[in-house]
């Protein structure tokens, strides 16, 4: 039995490139994982998203029983528009038992790491950053930015530099300056930028609150500032923050400048309790999150400024979790990496020749960048695997997979030509869906807006039946006119949406999963003039599909590889093996780890994956039996496969 856990969550690991890269030996750390215990694809839940499945690994429950199944939640008697999307992975609308609480029922303590379950729900967790969403991030004070002078990013003018003091001998300088803009409220501040040079042309840049070239940090091409603390002028007040900047690029005659700021992040206040955040920065340096990666997909940063800063952010969750866990004592520890879905929205697409846009010229930067992506999460497990010893289970799960998009879906043209939705012009003059429409649509969910049920209901009760059979109907017919290729994969009422993990009264009406290769749209079909119900899209998505989707090269599957006391060592699950779902991670986990199971868990303990327990294809020994010959009974011909009580 282990004595801890380690649970490290790497969003939308896929099982099949996992498989690939591990064989190609560039994730030596993942693979040892592997070849000490087990690696098997695992079952999402509908949908396969992020807030929905790391809430069902974090308690082994449905999304019928803990209430995550939208990206948050409905609960009867709300408006539609109120589904507590901002808190979709938060404790407060949970409704199942956390391991960590299970834990704490134990008198054991665990350890949060930017993960699910905030606020916290009891003194026996630490929690380090809170996951909020992916490119949004709970205590992040500002975005990370790119600026240049040539239409990347922020784009600033240089000019002939004046009133400064200190300048450098160089003959010519330039200036210009940057303002750093909180992302909610607040005037932030704003830096001086000195750009300098000499005879060879421009070489460095100063960057500085006053100006005053010798009072701040100059730097050259591919340099770093150091760590800048600053007090940002913040919604809430003055809050202090620490920031630092990248020279990418500079050429000699200025005519490209391009520099990189860094996520800002406070010094304190982003762990609970509140003050261990300042002692961790004290130890480990400034924190920051993982924003890099979207700033990259976004091209205000190249690959190797990604590396760089991801490279600091992995040392510091390496040494912080290290610390935490000694000081803590704690049996589970449970982290959160969203790189690898950053990278595959973005870039799945055109490595999938099964992808709607999928162009071959495109395809091998693609791979270089996903496979460098894992390459950075190999690199992460390596570092949190230090803090195991001989009596510690390690576990490398993701929430998802992602699969390519060849179509999009506008329910939203459908229902507005089924007269079931009506569109209304917003405050900004753009088309937008109006609340008083007979049918709402969030995600996987089909309301009908029911009078006496919902705040603006407008469907009497009588019609709700033959209403919601319509709506069934049409997602069942609808077909891509130019193939003629279902658009739905299934439909389903919602007493009958048990089979889909969905249950409880604020599930929709008609609960609904598209086709694979197919993706949803939304309100904004509107604004952009689309009229088609399905037409050709490209890209990657997880959600919108079922977790079964998969191509030659794409998986909506999870992932799963444990190694530790009590598991099975070198166990590579075969495709046509009996599946696991996420639902049994955890409480497989807390077995092994001797902690109780979740209350709410419904998930199985995955025997076949641990010492003693029989492979899972194994057949159970039955002593041969020879079975005799029954008279079949004469009478009318029945139906080939009728079984009844009759011979």
């Given at each position: 039995?282990?004595?801890?856990?380690?649970?490290?969550?790497l969003d939308?690991?896929s099982p099949?490139?996992?498989?690939?890269?591990?064989?190609?030996?560039?994730l030596?750390?993942?693979?040892k994982?592997?070849?000490?215990?087990?690696?098997?694809?695992?079952?999402?839940?509908?949908?396969?998203?992020?807030?929905t499945n790391?809430t069902?690994?974090a308690t082994?429950?449905?999304?019928g029983t803990?209430?995550v199944?939208?990206w948050?939640?409905?609960?009867?008697?709300n408006?539609?528009?109120?589904?507590?999307?901002?808190?979709?992975?938060?404790?407060s609308?949970?409704?199942?038992?956390?391991?960590w609480?299970?834990a704490a029922?134990?008198?054991?303590k665990?350890?949060?790491?930017y993960f699910?379950?905030?606020?916290?729900?009891?003194?026996?967790?630490?929690h380090?950053d809170?996951?909020?969403?992916?490119?949004?991030?709970?205590f992040?004070?500002c975005?990370?930015?790119g600026?240049?002078n040539?239409?990347?990013?922020?784009?600033?003018e240089?000019?002939?530099?004046?009133?400064?003091?200190?300048?450098?001998?160089?003959?010519?300088?330039?200036?210009?300056?940057?303002?750093?803009?909180?992302?909610?409220?607040g005037?932030?501040?704003?830096?001086?930028?000195?750009v300098?040079?000499g005879?060879?042309?421009?070489?460095?840049?100063?960057i500085?609150?006053?100006?005053d070239a010798t009072?701040?940090?100059?730097i050259?091409?591919?340099?770093w500032?150091?760590?800048m603390?600053?007090?940002?002028d913040?919604?809430?007040?003055?809050?202090q923050?620490?920031v630092?900047?990248?020279?990418i690029e500079?050429?000699?005659?200025?005519?490209?400048?391009?520099l990189?700021?860094?996520q800002?992040?406070?010094l304190?206040?982003?762990?609970?309790p509140?003050?261990?955040a300042g002692?961790?920065?004290?130890k480990f340096g400034?924190?920051l999150n993982?924003?890099?990666?979207?700033?990259f997909?976004?091209?205000?940063v190249?690959?190797e400024?990604?590396?760089?800063?991801?490279g600091?952010?992995?040392?510091?969750?390496?040494?912080?979790s290290?610390?935490?866990m000694s000081?803590?004592?704690?049996?589970l520890?449970f982290?959160?990496?969203?790189?690898?879905?950053t990278?595959?929205h973005?870039y799945?697409?055109?490595?999938?020749?099964?992808g709607?846009m999928?162009?071959?010229?495109?395809?091998?930067?693609?791979?270089?960048?996903?496979?460098?992506?894992?390459?950075l999460?190999d690199r992460l497990?390596g570092?949190?695997?230090?803090?195991a010893?001989?009596?510690?289970?390690i576990?490398?799960?993701?929430d998802h997979?992602?699969?390519?998009?060849?179509?999009?879906v506008?329910?939203?043209n459908?229902f507005l030509?089924?007269?079931?939705m009506r569109?209304k012009?917003?405050p900004?003059?753009?088309?937008?869906i109006?609340?008083?429409?007979?049918?709402?649509?969030?995600?996987?969910h089909i309301?009908?807006?029911?009078?006496?049920r919902?705040?603006?209901g407008?469907v009497?009760?009588e019609?709700?039946?033959?209403?919601r059979?319509?709506?069934?109907?049409?997602l069942?017919?609808?077909?891509?006119?130019?193939?003629?290729?279902?658009?739905i994969?299934?439909a389903?009422?919602?007493e009958?949406?048990g089979?889909?993990?969905m249950?409880?009264d604020?599930?929709g009406?008609?609960?609904?999963?598209?086709?694979p290769?197919?993706?949803?749209?939304?309100g904004e079909?509107?604004?952009?003039?689309?009229?088609?119900?399905?037409?050709?899209?490209?890209?990657?998505n997880?959600?919108?599909?079922?977790p079964?989707?998969?191509?030659?090269?794409?998986?909506n599957?999870?992932?799963?590889i444990m190694?530790?006391?009590?598991?099975k060592?070198?166990?590579?699950v075969?495709?046509?093996e009996?599946?696991?779902?996420?639902v049994?991670?955890c409480?497989?986990?807390?077995?092994?780890?001797?902690l109780?199971?979740p209350?709410?868990s419904?998930?199985?303990i995955?025997q076949e994956?641990?010492d003693?327990?029989?492979?899972?294809?194994?057949?159970?020994p039955?002593p041969?039996?020879?079975?005799p010959?029954?008279?079949v009974?004469k009478?009318?011909?029945r139906?080939?496969?009728?079984?009844t009580?009759e011979?």
């Amino acid at each position: 039995m282990s004595k801890r856990a380690i649970v490290i969550g790497l969003d939308c690991l896929s099982p099949k490139l996992t498989r690939k890269f591990a064989g190609e030996g560039i994730l030596p750390n993942i693979k040892k994982i592997m070849d000490r215990g087990v690696f098997t694809k695992a079952l999402p839940c509908f949908p396969a998203w992020t807030p929905t499945n790391w809430t069902t690994i974090a308690t082994g429950a449905y999304p019928g029983t803990h209430g995550v199944f939208l990206w948050g939640t409905h609960l009867p008697g709300n408006s539609f528009d109120k589904d507590e999307r901002s808190w979709a992975m938060s404790s407060s609308i949970c409704k199942a038992e956390y391991a960590w609480e299970a834990a704490a029922r134990a008198g054991k303590k665990s350890l949060l790491f930017y993960f699910v379950g905030y606020p916290q729900t009891t003194e026996m967790v630490t929690h380090v950053d809170w996951l909020l969403s992916p490119g949004g991030y709970f205590f992040e004070m500002c975005k990370s930015e790119g600026y240049t002078n040539f239409d990347v990013g922020t784009v600033i003018e240089l000019r002939p530099a004046k009133g400064w003091a200190n300048l450098p001998g160089e003959s010519t300088s330039l200036e210009s300056e940057i303002l750093v803009t909180p992302k909610e409220g607040g005037e932030g501040l704003s830096y001086h930028l000195l750009v300098t040079g000499g005879e060879g042309g421009f070489r460095r840049v100063v960057i500085s609150r006053e100006k005053d070239a010798t009072k701040g940090a100059s730097i050259r091409p591919g340099e770093w500032t150091g760590w800048m603390i600053d007090d940002f002028d913040m919604e809430q007040g003055t809050v202090q923050g620490s920031v630092r900047f990248k020279l990418i690029e500079l050429s000699p005659d200025a005519e490209r400048l391009w520099l990189y700021r860094s996520q800002v992040y406070p010094l304190d206040g982003f762990t609970v309790p509140s003050d261990l955040a300042g002692t961790l920065c004290q130890k480990f340096g400034p924190y920051l999150n993982e924003d890099v990666g979207h700033a990259f997909t976004r091209g205000y940063v190249d690959w190797e400024t990604l590396e760089e800063e991801l490279g600091y952010q992995i040392e510091w969750i390496g040494r912080a979790s290290k610390y935490l866990m000694s000081q803590t004592g704690s049996a589970l520890y449970f982290t959160h990496w969203h790189l690898l879905d950053t990278l595959k929205h973005h870039y799945l697409g055109k490595i999938d020749p099964a992808g709607g846009m999928y162009d071959p010229s495109e395809a091998g930067d693609a791979w270089d960048k996903i496979r460098r992506g894992y390459i950075l999460a190999d690199r992460l497990v390596g570092k949190l695997a230090e803090m195991a010893d001989d009596d510690t289970l390690i576990a490398v799960v993701s929430d998802h997979g992602n699969s390519p998009n060849r179509k999009r879906v506008s329910l939203v043209n459908l229902f507005l030509e089924k007269g079931w939705m009506r569109a209304k012009e917003g405050p900004d003059g753009q088309l937008t869906i109006d609340p008083k429409s007979k049918v709402i649509l969030n995600s996987l969910h089909i309301y009908i807006n029911l009078k006496g049920r919902d705040p603006d209901g407008v469907v009497p009760p009588e019609e709700y039946d033959s209403l919601r059979n319509d709506i069934i109907e049409a997602l069942r017919k609808l077909r891509d006119p130019e193939d003629d290729e279902h658009a739905i994969a299934l439909a389903l009422p919602r007493e009958n949406a048990g089979c889909m993990g969905m249950w409880g009264d604020g599930i929709g009406d008609v609960v609904f999963v598209y086709a694979p290769g197919h993706a949803w749209t939304g309100g904004e079909v509107l604004r952009m003039g689309e009229k088609r119900v399905v037409f050709p899209s490209g890209g990657a998505n997880h959600g919108p599909q079922p977790p079964w989707t998969e191509t030659k090269v794409s998986t909506n599957y999870a992932a799963l590889i444990m190694s530790g006391p009590g598991v099975k060592k070198d166990k590579i699950v075969r495709d046509d093996e009996p599946l696991v779902s996420l639902v049994d991670v955890c409480p497989t986990i807390c077995h092994l780890v001797g902690l109780p199971i979740p209350r709410q868990s419904q998930g199985r303990i995955l025997q076949e994956l641990l010492d003693g327990g029989s492979t899972s294809v194994e057949r159970a020994p039955r002593p041969d039996v020879i079975m005799p010959e029954f008279p079949v009974s004469k009478g009318p011909p029945r139906f080939k496969g009728d079984v009844t009580d009759e011979l």
